[in-house]
């Protein structure tokens, strides 16, 4: 399972006045609308609106929610699901629990990384920083600053009435990144991160979609860390460094 880790207008109508009657000898003098009847517009948030929003959204210490997820590797055209909860603590502690279509748990405390699969009694180990750097992975709900410190924010759609849906590009165009773009539908109503679509440099989409979130939890360090059970293979993941060398 393949794991890479969001107004409309309204107007008023103005309805024509009655004709007079015919019969009438004189005009009557046109009446000027009254205040309540002339056009009001909801004036559309700005992108910085809707990113302070967010902020402010997820300014506490943590929360969780449900996720589903589907990720697609463009060259093969092979799709993965699967679905889960995920607990998060600021800044940078992530823990996703796949419940399907293979038990899994993912757990960063902002420096280790540990990918768990019980069913095959194996854990793979790396640095966090390098497979969660600058928004990598839905990242940046662990510390939702990297959006607006990290990426150039534009709008990708105005006209979904019920979310606001942005597009994040890199800001750093020298620096080598493996996220090409993101989409994030933003909840009109709520405020509340309700999707993420990720590409990568080859055209590879990774699709989460949240849901029930529970904010401004306190959750123990504890939730971040893995405690290797006995007997259990552990496998090294290829870190930044390696990478570079080859």
């Given at each position: ?11 008023l ?15 009557s ?23 302070t929003r ?11 929610a449900r ?15 699967g ?14 629990e ?8 993912i ?18 180990v790396?640095y ?6 600058d ?6 709900l662990?510390d939702?600053?990297v ?6 924010v ?5 006209d979904?009435?019920?979310?606001h ?8 165009k ?15 109503k709520?405020?509340?991160?309700a ?9 590879d989409e990774?699709a989460?979609?949240l ?14 860390s ?15 460094g ?5």
């Amino acid at each position: 399972m393949k794991f890479i880790v969001f107004l409309f207008f309204t107007f008023l109508s103005i309805h024509p006045l009655s004709a007079q009657d015919s019969s009438s000898k004189t005009d009557s003098p046109a009446e000027k609308p009254r205040a309540s009847e002339l056009p009001v517009e909801v004036v559309s948030p700005s992108i910085d609106d809707i990113v302070t929003r967010v902020e402010k959204r997820y300014s506490g210490p943590g929360f969780s929610a449900r996720f589903d997820q589907r990720s697609t590797l463009k060259d093969v055209q092979i799709t993965d699901k699967g679905f889960g909860k995920v607990f998060i603590k600021r800044p940078g502690m992530m823990r996703w629990e796949y419940e399907a279509p293979d038990k899994q748990i993912i757990i960063t405390d902002g420096n280790k990384l540990w990918m768990y699969r019980p069913d095959e009694n194996q854990v793979t180990v790396g640095y966090a920083p390098d497979y969660f750097r600058d928004g990598k992975g839905a990242s940046f709900l662990s510390d939702i600053r990297v959006i607006r410190q990290n990426f150039d924010v534009s709008f990708e759609k105005k006209d979904d009435p019920d979310y606001h849906v942005l597009k994040l590009l890199p800001k750093d165009k020298e620096k080598k990144y493996d996220i090409s773009h993101i989409f994030l539908s933003v909840s009109k109503k709520t405020g509340d991160v309700a999707k993420i679509i990720t590409y990568n440099t080859y055209g590879d989409e990774t699709a989460i979609e949240l849901s029930s979130f529970q904010l401004n939890q306190k959750f123990d360090d504890a939730m971040f860390s893995f405690v290797v059970p006995e007997g259990t293979d552990i496998l090294q993941m290829e870190e930044e460094g390696d990478k570079k060398k080859k």
